[in-house]
């Protein structure tokens, strides 16, 4: 690829890219969990009305409840719940990442990534158990035991900022591709579209982080700034944060990983 040819505002952009990413998916997020909430209130009415024994009543006179929603499957709450557990883990990998004296003293955009990013994760936890509360399931607050005993074993060999890329690259890969694979796993219409709206921002995550690998790798650590400068940025940084033309899901999480046992 010619320089010519390179776009020069990716690295400049992708924080701002990131943030606002992740603002439509909150929007989105949102909206799914609050059709998914009321579907559910009006399930638990229904179940209700069902012990009440009102349900014959009502089906004899039009089939009314045979128009409602199905409750969400032990599937759904457990996707759900691993899917926190993914996200749990995330969080405190980059908050002990961000207590790391060269992250702290060192480059301050990776600092910043780190601190927006962390948040972000955050933010997705909540929404994956307040939809598994709602989906009559318990809140996961554990992190994936899978990956948690990866995490734990890799924390002592962080030595420096391309370390703790690796690691958090491995974990944003993950979650992209469970997330992603959830989406044709779920039974909901509205759980599709909260994984649907989360697993885009943790693929984004994954690009600012192959992108920063490569700088760091090519001694190239100053270009990690926003703005950069986009003369010196090496050729191929417009395509190598973007890997893979459809998402993989190959090594996606299993529904039941980090359910609550």
Known sequence: MSRDHV?????????EQSQDLNSDAVRMTREALGE????????RRRSRWSRAGVVGALTGAGGLLGMGRAAASPDDVMALQTAASIE???VSTYKTAADLP?????NKTVAEFIAKTMEQHKAHAEAFNSAATQAGG????????????EVKKALPSLKSPADVVKLALALED????????????VSDAKLRSL?????PVEAQHRTVLLTVQ???AGGKSDLIAIPTQPEKLPDTVGSIGIPDTFYPTKNASPISEGAVK
């Not at 776009?7 to 924080?15: A, F, H, K």
């Not at 993950?174 to 796993?185: E, L, P, R």
């Not at 994984?195 to 697993?199: M, N, R, T």
């Open 36 to 43: 998914f909430a009321e579907e559910a209130a009006a399930e």
């Open 195 to 199: 994984f649907a709206s989360i697993a």
């Open 88 to 90: 749990n883990l995330a």
């Open 174 to 185: 993950i979650a992209a591709q469970t997330f992603t694979k959830n989406v044709s796993q």
């Open 138 to 149: 318990k809140v996961q607050n554990a992190p994936d035991p899978k990956y948690d005993a």
């Open 214 to 216: 490569a700088l760091l």
């Open 102 to 106: 060269f992250i702290k003293q060192g």
């Open 7 to 15: 776009d020069v505002r990716l690295l400049r952009e992708l924080t």
